[in-house]
């Protein structure tokens, strides 16, 4: 329940209407009721909305279920649509106005403003949360990646890399065969400096329960994969990266590339997963570079990077969640000193529920 602040505004006929005991009750599911009472019969009605005189919504007082309104001097109007203010987990103020009306028309009225709070009960989106990763850095072909503790809703997702120069004919991004159920996000061939393959593919909600995700490709590459956990993903609306932003050839240490746009909406909540596979020349064991991650569009929280390095074929992981709503663009960076490499960056947006 809160306090108003009412005051009387418009003209009254010559009779006038007397409105009396106007109380607007704040409740516990996100709407509010408003009763009061007239000295007389009346119809009556609230126009509300979020600021004053800025109505954008209305209720009556309905003669049982409607849609006829009551003749009475005792009204309850239920206000059952709020307009959710800021979005948030919190209390917002709006504005009503009161009128109510003799004859249901341009008869006697009365014309009241006042102010009451409904606290929003909309849950809050929560953010996706990283669980775990699984890798499997002994080459093979077809590649298995045993996973364990999935649930039904979870978001995961796989990468593979092979360290080989298709070249020629075969540069098309379309090399690997995913389990079911997964969307091949990018599949890339860098033929130099070093020549790998890699790709990302995403299963935007497991049935819960996998436990063997093999990979195969087109040509029998011998490769490593690693899968990627995550839950509290909405799984109906994604935000992929407009582009998949890559660079072949030698770029020295320290090599970065900024991912293209990726824009997930009003929702703040997005947690932010990059992928940065960097071909090292020469890379092995013992040579695996570092890879870090930075939002150099929008506000994300910190960064947690993973590093992938199996046996000449590296990619680093980072994952963050953005704090403000809106479009974001990542820049990847990979060090290791005296050595190039050529860059596959892959942003994606998990959006909270």
């Known amino acids: 329940m809160n306090n108003l602040a009412l005051f009387a505004r418009g003209a009254f006929s010559v009779s006038g209407i007397i409105a009396s005991n106007i ?19 009346t119809y009556a009605g609230v126009d509300y909305g979020l600021a004053s005189e800025a109505y954008t919504a209305s209720s009556f007082d309905y003669d049982g279920a409607g849609p006829d309104l ?32 003799i004859s249901g028309g341009s008869g006697d009225y009365i014309d009241l403003e006042g102010t009451g709070e409904i606290t929003q009960t909309v849950p809050p989106v929560s953010e996706p949360t990283y669980i775990a990763a699984e890798y499997n850095i002994t080459q093979a072909d077809p590649i298995v990646v045993t996973t364990s503790g999935v649930l039904a809703g979870d978001t995961l997702i796989l990468i593979a890399m092979a360290d080989n120069a298709l070249g020629g004919s075969n540069l098309y991004p379309d090399h690997f065969t995913w389990p079911s159920g997964f969307v091949e996000a990018k599949a890339w061939n860098m033929d130099s400096p070093d020549g790998m393959i890699c790709g990302v593919a995403v299963k935007k909600s497991a049935a819960g329960g996998e436990t063997t995700l093999s990979i195969g490709d087109d040509i029998g590459l011998p490769k490593v994969a690693a899968c990627f956990q995550f839950r509290g993903a909405d799984p109906t609306d994604f935000a992929f990266a407009t582009d998949v932003s890559t660079i072949s050839g030698a770029n020295a240490s320290p090599w970065s590339k900024a991912s293209g746009t990726c824009d997930p909406g009003v929702n703040d909540h997005t947690m932010v997963v990059s992928i940065m596979f960097s071909d090292v020349t020469g ?22 990077t993973l590093e992938f390095n ?24 990979g060090t290791l000193a005296a050595r190039d490499a050529g860059i596959v960056l892959v942003t994606i947006g998990l959006k909270g529920t």
């Open 70 to 101: 009551k003749l009475d001097t005792s009204h309850t109007i239920e206000i059952p649509d709020p307009l959710y203010g800021d979005g948030e987990e919190d209390a917002d103020t709006y504005y009503f106005r009161i009128f109510a009306s």
């Open 23 to 41: 109380l607007w009750t704040d409740n516990a599911d996100g709407t509010a009721t408003l009763t009061f009472d007239t000295d007389v019969a």
């Open 310 to 333: 199996g046996n000449r074929c590296t990619a680093g992981i980072g994952y963050a969640v953005q704090t403000t709503p809106g479009a974001f663009v990542v820049t990847g960076t």
């Open 283 to 304: 890379s092995g064991v013992g040579l695996d570079p570092v890879h870090t991650f930075a939002t150099t569009t929008g506000t994300t929280g910190a960064w947690t």
